[in-house]
């Protein structure tokens, strides 16, 4: 962790105890269980928070919900799943909070879910993007999310390779973490119902920095667009490795090259290689800007604005199920949440009836933007195919 996100750590968390301890006696509160130090995805838990404590505050400067302000509890689960299962019993159980947003890594999602559903506590989450947090296990489900789904980023992907004239073989490249595996999963399941078959299917180690022998083998069998799961780090690895052999593919990846950790690993030319989808580019709304230009300076990845952007929203989403409810009773809000009756203004869109009962994410693949890495920057990306995508490509 360096100096200048030890330090933004330190201020989240600091504010956060702050706000919880010395606040309203009558507050309710709103908990934060995220990475925000251990792995490369800590800057979109630190970016996370930075949304909600916005959200808190516009909230609270409007006179709070139910006559009472808002406060935040933050914790740091280190991106290991016992911490974040035990930050989660401890949030709900001994912090009395309403509601839990996060978390940074997907694995610890899915790693919890349960809790929420067993203590009837709603979960939005705003962060990590599996398909299967939002999946109902039996009996009310309490997941939510305000973010990217690895399903619907996965379906745009195939809609591309299958739709792009130049394909002729496809290769699957994964990393061997619950992620991988869970985008894999999708790949399979969507490329088998999509007609889009693998001639190769690599996985890799998330702290790996050579994937030549991978390569080597997608290259011999002939891949010439390769689609790849993985975190931001190991993905700059992959297109290092790229370069040894001077073999460059057609690369599609997940969300995770958005990450400053995957262009610094890539280097400014090498991390213009891959096409991925994310919410926000460069081509900012208004409302995104001022949020970007309130928040900025405080982010430690400017590429990390859109987990600030979906936390946020997901703040307002639950403060208006709170108030909508009359109460903060879990139940209450879960049948709120799941039938908002007036429109939430948000940094993404104003969200009309975001949730159902069968229905638990708020954003769509239509939300999603086509980008790439140009100088430095992360702008939209546009080429004849993805011109020609219709939304019958997105169907899942």
């Not at 606040?23 to 838990?45: R, T, V």
């Not at 309403?98 to 705003?126: D, E, F, M, R």
């Not at 299917?201 to 993985?230: I, R, Y």
């Not at 693949?365 to 890495?373: F, I, N």
């Amino acid at each position: 962790m360096t100096p200048t996100s030890a330090a933004l750590k330190a201020a989240l968390l600091g504010t956060a105890l702050t706000i919880s301890t010395v606040g309203y006696a009558q507050e309710i509160k709103i908990g934060f269980n995220g990475d925000l130090s251990a792995s490369p995805s800590a800057q979109s838990g630190q970016a996370g928070v930075l949304g909600i404590q916005a959200a808190i505050e516009d909230i609270n400067a409007a006179g709070g919900i139910l006559g009472r302000k808002l406060a935040l509890v933050v914790r740091d689960d280190l991106s290991q799943p016992p911490k974040s299962i035990q930050n989660m019993s401890d949030l709900i159980d001994n912090e009395k909070v309403v509601t839990v947003l996060g978390p940074t890594n997907s694995g610890n999602a899915l790693a919890w879910k349960h809790i929420p559903n067993q203590k009837k506590n709603p979960s939005i989450g705003c962060i990590g993007s599996a398909t299967d947090i939002t999946k109902a296990a039996g009996g009310d489900n309490y997941m939510y999310r305000v973010s990217m789904v690895d399903r619907a980023q996965v379906a745009g992907l195939i809609a591309y390779a299958k739709n792009n004239p130049s394909t002729k073989n496809v290769g699957f490249l994964v990393e061997t973490t619950g992620y991988g595996q869970g985008g894999l999963k999708d790949l399979q399941e969507l490329g088998e119902a999509k007609g889009l078959k693998p001639v190769a299917t690599e996985k890799f180690g998330v702290n790996d920095t050579d994937m030549t022998s991978q390569l080597n083998k997608m290259k011999a069998a002939g891949v010439d667009t390769v689609l790849v799961w993985a975190q931001g780090t190991p993905i700059g690895q992959l297109v290092r490795s790229m370069e040894k052999i001077n073999y460059f593919p057609v690369t599609l990846t997940s969300w995770s090259s958005d990450n400053a950790s995957f262009y610094d690993t890539a280097g400014k030319t090498l991390a213009e290689k891959p096409i991925f989808m994310r919410t926000i580019t460069e081509d900012r709304t208004p409302k995104q800007q001022q949020l970007y230009d309130r928040l900025g300076p405080k982010l430690t990845s400017k590429s990390a604005f859109s987990f600030a952007a979906h936390c946020y929203d997901a703040t307002m989403i639950a403060a208006a199920a709170i108030k909508q409810a009359g109460s903060t009773e879990g139940p209450k809000m879960r049948e709120a949440l799941e039938n908002l009756q007036a429109p939430v203004d948000g940094i993404m869109k104003t969200y009309n009836k975001p949730f159902s009962a069968t229905e638990h994410e708020a954003l769509t693949a239509s939300d999603y933007r086509w980008t790439h890495w140009k100088d430095g920057k992360l702008v939209s990306y546009s080429d004849d195919v993805v011109k020609a995508l219709k939304p019958s490509d997105f169907t899942q």
